[in-house]
């Protein structure tokens, strides 16, 4: 890892943080898909 420069590695845990963020963002949707979709009151 030392090998990569800064740069790159940032680039990295950049997309990583935002892969965690999209999973993190999975949660919520998925429980969202138990209400029905065309209930009104939401």
């Given amino acids: 890892m030392d090998v990569i ?3 790159a590695r ?6 990583q943080l935002g ?7 999975e949660i919520p949707r998925s429980a969202r898909n ?9």
């Fill in 19 to 25: 892969h965690d963020r999209a999973n993190q963002n």
């Fill in 5 to 7: 420069p800064s740069g």
């Fill in 10 to 15: 940032n680039l990295a845990l950049a997309l």
């Fill in 34 to 42: 138990d209400i029905p979709l065309r209930d009104p009151s939401n």
